[in-house]
């Protein structure tokens, strides 16, 4: 099964709350803040591994993203990743989803056929859920957002189960086709030092926008349609206090504020 999965590096979501806003640019403050693989980009190579252990074949991941980020993306070789193919050129900087999805179709469509692309539900940062299905979108294929269970029967036919707000959709379709996962799907693998070792011999390769046939106009900030004409940090009106001393000291002053805030009526 040749199966392709689409990464990002994002902002470590742990320390989310040290990005801030350039008022002045209207973009992210993103320095100090460590670069991890989007979380749910590796419930999407973790799904591709166990297909890759039942049915063989290659796993290549993808991303748009500056070559500085490659000692971050590796680990999703040293996850078990195949091969790495990373977009980068100064031309595609600034694209919106519409341009960063036809640049990853434009690549997808240089490395061959595939049976299977993979990717997060949303990312950490942006998280606007609209790259993978206007991906499907480029390549002509269907995608199944929510996905938080992946059967192949051994005629090759997916079922799918999808969770929408009401339950789940369980759909049955062939390849090729574009998933989009869920945290509930599966729990990404442990990495081993042996593992990260391993990866360094892997192939990493770099494309720039000469390296692909880019049939759309949708390439970087000046080929976006989406225009940001406004962003601001959302208006802080809850307040968090944080109890301080041990765990005994700290459920007293818990039920203390409950009591107080009429929670208790004994
Ligand atoms: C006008 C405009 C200008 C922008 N300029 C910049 C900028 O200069 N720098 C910047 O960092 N961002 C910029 N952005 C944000 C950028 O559009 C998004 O980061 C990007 O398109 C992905 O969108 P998302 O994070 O919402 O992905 P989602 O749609 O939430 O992602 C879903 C899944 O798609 C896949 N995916 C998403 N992005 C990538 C990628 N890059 N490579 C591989 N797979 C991917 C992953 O599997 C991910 O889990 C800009 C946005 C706009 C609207």
């Given at each position: 099964?040749?199966?392709?999965v689409c990464i990002k590096p994002v902002p470590d979501p742990k320390y989310l709350?040290?990005v801030?806003?350039?008022?002045?640019?209207?973009?992210?403050?993103r320095?100090?803040v460590p670069t991890v693989i989007n979380p749910l980009d590796k419930n999407a190579l973790e799904a591709a591994?166990?297909?890759?252990?039942?049915?063989?074949?290659?796993?290549?991941v993808i991303s748009m993203a500056?070559?500085?980020c490659?000692?971050v993306l590796?680990e999703a070789?040293?996850m078990?990743g195949?091969?790495?193919?990373v977009?980068?050129?100064?031309?595609?900087?600034?694209?919106?989803t519409?341009?960063t999805?036809?640049?990853i179709?434009?690549?997808?469509?240089?490395?061959?056929?595939?049976?299977?692309?993979i990717c997060g539900n949303e990312t950490a940062d942006s998280g606007t859920s609209q790259v993978s299905?206007?991906l499907?979108?480029?390549?002509?294929?269907?995608?199944?957002?929510?996905?938080?269970?992946?059967?192949?029967?051994?005629?090759?036919?997916?079922?799918?189960?999808?969770?929408?707000?009401?339950?789940?959709?369980?759909?049955?379709?062939?390849?090729?086709?574009?998933?989009s996962v869920i945290k509930?799907l599966?729990?990404p693998?442990?990495?081993?030092?042996?593992?990260?070792?391993?990866?360094?011999?892997?192939?990493?390769?770099?494309?720039?926008?000469?390296?692909?046939?880019?049939?759309?106009?949708?390439?970087?900030?000046?080929?976006?349609?989406?225009?940001?004409?406004?962003?601001?940090?959302?208006?802080?009106?809850?307040?968090?206090?944080?109890?301080?001393?041990?765990?005994?000291?700290?459920?007293?002053?818990?039920?203390?504020?409950?009591?107080?805030?009429?929670?208790?009526?004994?």
């Open positions: 099964m040749q199966i392709i709350s040290r801030s806003l350039d008022e002045t640019t209207k973009t992210l403050v320095e100090n591994l166990s297909l890759r252990e039942r049915f063989g074949g290659e796993i290549t500056p070559e500085s490659i000692p590796r070789l040293a078990g195949d091969r790495l193919l977009l980068s050129d100064t031309r595609f900087a600034g694209s919106d519409l341009a999805a036809s640049i179709a434009a690549a997808i469509q240089k490395t061959g056929a595939f049976d299977l692309i299905p206007q499907a979108e480029f390549l002509g294929v269907p995608n199944i957002m929510h996905v938080s269970a992946i059967e192949v029967s051994d005629d090759g036919v997916f079922r799918i189960k999808s969770r929408i707000e009401a339950g789940y959709v369980i759909a049955e379709l062939s390849a090729p086709m574009v998933l509930e599966n729990e693998r442990y990495i081993t030092l042996m593992n990260i070792l391993d990866a360094e011999a892997k192939d990493v390769r770099v494309l720039s926008a000469d390296d692909m046939i880019l049939k759309e106009p949708w390439v970087g900030l000046s080929g976006s349609p989406t225009q940001i004409v406004e962003l601001a940090a959302p208006e802080k009106r809850a307040k968090a206090e944080i109890l301080a001393g041990d765990a005994r000291r700290q459920a007293r002053a818990l039920a203390d504020r409950l009591y107080r805030m009429g929670f208790y009526h004994g």
